[in-house]
């Protein structure tokens, strides 16, 4: 369905305060590409063009997503950029007429203009997911603002921040993180190309490549280690993107530049301890050896990736999918004791939903797909709040924590600028497609038209309040195709009737239902999936658990005394040291047998509210706003 500007505007005048790169996966933006996937793919990804959300739970998140990046002014968005490149001519009033971002986009802040970056990407990403113009022309005012200043500041450098930072990464001096910044950047423009076909945001992306490649083709190589040492965000993966979109081999060379010895080789030889390091400036690396490999078919980068995916899920992941506690990695023999409020990095989410996309292309797996649901709906979803479409930094999963919001002025954080790409994307990992088979990955109502052939699909559910999801086929050329649906690991047998009739259902949990016919418009599939309680312990302790209803993590609702959701961590970005106040005596303690969880708690109505025997509330975590809530709970019988 079309996103309508005019509810648009209702929903920014009701709801929204007042507010003064992507990858490339195999399959997508044909025809912009010089450089293909080379690796044997098992399947393919549509482009978010391709799939239109219908109304429900996730596309509320996505209009409040839109509602913010709409009133976000440009001007303010370039003002940094402009000052560093002395570029105020034109503008009605000049420096003084623009008000200042605050927050890491504050002129002393070292990482000032990651968020412009970030929103080059996401208004290319709303502008592919709703068509709706207001969203390229954002994007397109940010790129004309761009290229200007980067033809003020010459040589094809472009950022808000003199080259000068850039240097003294280089030297090994004392320096935020300006290749992480430049990063954003480069991600966006690509991303403006691909998503809303900007041809200046191609030329100002390679013009920045070809800086770049000036600047660092022939420095020795313990120059380059000593640079690296400073975060970089995924920089090797945008020169790979470069490089595909441009088949220009320069930049497939500056890529293999930001390989991360002290990181990716003991990966390669096996070894998984991550001891305490930085997780999201680890992923990123990652990503970018996973498109190294889809590139060029070099299996070691393949096999970094699979390793690392496999770790991060099955050891540093909470049950909501998140990893992380004050951003860095733990010790997992442990991991009880790291419950804490600064649990959940958002963009280490953001991020392994990317590398879950890579990998799922490559090998179809239903693992990866059941992983991407966990992650998107305790974790993504439950960012955004949903009075003010503010998100928050860390997913707290201490004890009668609660969520600390960004606010419009002054946060800024790297998870605020994850956060506008997240919720305009929510339609990439619906489906996917082979060569005549059909994948649906999440339930999540939707429309896909699969262009090539001929073939539109509707998906209605009120899933995960219920475990009923209904297809119906709106247009085809009567080819035969395999409908691919997945049988996620929560569920119990699932019920399938086509156009009626009930089929029968040989796979197992973690796979895939496969239906394969000659479709015709007005088909209708109809599946049931069966959802129950279940208990899933901490890794050390087993009498520390939390309760999830099918994939949906349920957490104690414990209302909100004594706390304000908007306070200090937005102005002193003191979010690792926030003290939630946690009232004394707090009943953290769930009377519950942890292998038949349904004896201790029912279901109260039709949504997601549950009620346990000794007087507990439970609700979706998602669902938690303002207020204090318990996940890992202290469990007796």
């Known amino acids: 369905m079309k996103l309508k500007w005019t509810f648009l505007l209702a929903l920014l005048s009701v709801g929204v305060p007042q507010l003064s790169a992507q990858s490339i996966y195999p399959g997508q933006h044909k025809g912009k590409l010089a450089v293909e996937t080379a690796a044997p793919m098992e399947v393919r990804s549509f482009d978010l063009k391709d799939v239109r959300l219908l109304p429900g739970r996730v596309h509320d998140n996505l209009m409040r997503d839109s509602a913010w990046m709409a009133k976000i002014e440009v001007n303010r968005l370039l003002h940094s950029f402009r000052n560093n490149a002395g570029v105020f001519a034109g503008l009605e009033g000049g420096y003084e007429a623009v008000k200042k971002l605050g927050g890491w986009e504050s002129l002393d802040c070292d990482l000032r203009g990651h968020t412009t970056g970030h929103l080059l990407s996401a208004y290319g990403l709303m502008y592919a997911a709703t068509g709706e113009d207001i969203f390229k022309q954002k994007g397109d005012s940010l790129v004309a603002g761009l290229k200007e200043v980067q033809a003020t500041l010459g040589g094809g450098y472009l950022s808000a921040f003199p080259e000068e930072l850039i240097n003294r990464n280089i030297r090994g001096k004392s320096v935020w993180a300006p290749w992480y910044t430049l990063h954003k950047l480069f991600s966006g423009l690509i991303d403006q190309y691909l998503y809303s076909d900007n041809q200046d945001a191609l030329e100002v992306v390679t013009k920045m490549g070809e800086w770049a490649y000036n600047k660092l083709a022939g420095l020795p190589d313990e120059t380059r280690r000593l640079m690296l040492r400073n975060e970089f965000g995924g920089m090797n993966e945008a020169f790979y993107n470069l490089y595909a979109v441009t088949g220009d081999e320069r930049f497939k060379e500056l890529a293999a530049y930001f390989y991360h010895n002290d990181v990716l080789d003991p990966l390669a030889a096996g070894d998984a301890d991550f001891g305490t390091k930085h997780t999201n400036t680890f992923i990123p690396k990652v990503i970018g050896e996973m498109r190294n490999y889809e590139l060029t078919s070099d299996n070691r980068s393949g096999e970094i990736a699979r390793l690392f995916w496999n770790e991060m899920t099955r050891r540093h992941s909470f049950v909501t999918g998140s990893s992380s506690q004050k951003e860095h990695y733990f010790d997992t023999e442990k991991f009880s004791r790291f419950i804490n409020g600064y649990t959940g990095e958002t963009c280490c989410t953001y991020n392994m939903l990317k590398l879950s996309r890579h990998l799922f292309c490559e090998n179809g797996s239903a693992e990866v797909a059941d992983y991407y649901e966990r992650a998107l709906y305790n974790h993504i979803l439950a960012q955004q709040d949903p009075q003010s479409g503010m998100v928050c930094y860390f997913l707290p999963l201490l004890s009668g ?174 979010y690792y040291t926030y003290d939630y106040h946690i009232p004394e005596g707090l009943d953290t303690t769930l009377k519950i047998d942890s292998s038949r969880p349904g004896d201790s708690i029912s279901r109260d109505g039709n949504g997601l509210t549950f009620r346990s025997k000794d007087g507990k509330t439970l609700r979706p975590l998602y669902d938690l706003h303002r207020t204090r809530y318990v996940v890992y709970w202290n469990m007796t019988r």
Request: net charge negative.
């Open 401 to 574: 924590a609660y969520k600390v919001y960004s606010t419009p002025e002054q946060s800024f954080w790297c998870c605020v600028g994850s956060g506008f790409e997240s919720h305009a994307k929510y339609g990439e990992a619906i489906y996917y497609h082979g060569e005549n088979d059909l994948y649906v990955n999440l339930f999540i109502p939707s429309v896909l038209d699969w262009r090539d052939k001929g073939f539109s699909l509707r998906q209605q559910t009120d899933f995960p309040e219920s475990g009923v999801v209904r297809f119906r086929v709106d247009k085809s050329t009567g080819e035969n195709l395999n409908l691919k649906l997945r049988y996620p690991s929560w569920s119990g047998k699932p019920v399938v009737k086509v156009n009626g009739k009930r089929m029968s259902v040989k796979s197992n949990p973690s796979s895939y239902i496969t239906i394969s016919r000659n479709w015709r418009e007005g088909d209708v599939v109809e599946v049931e999936y069966p959802m129950s309680l279940r208990v899933e312990t901490a890794p050390d302790d087993p009498s520390r658990g939390a309760v999830m209803y099918g994939p949906v993590v349920l957490a104690g609702d414990m209302g909100n005394e004594g706390f304000n959701p908007f306070s200090d961590p937005t102005v002193r970005n003191d």
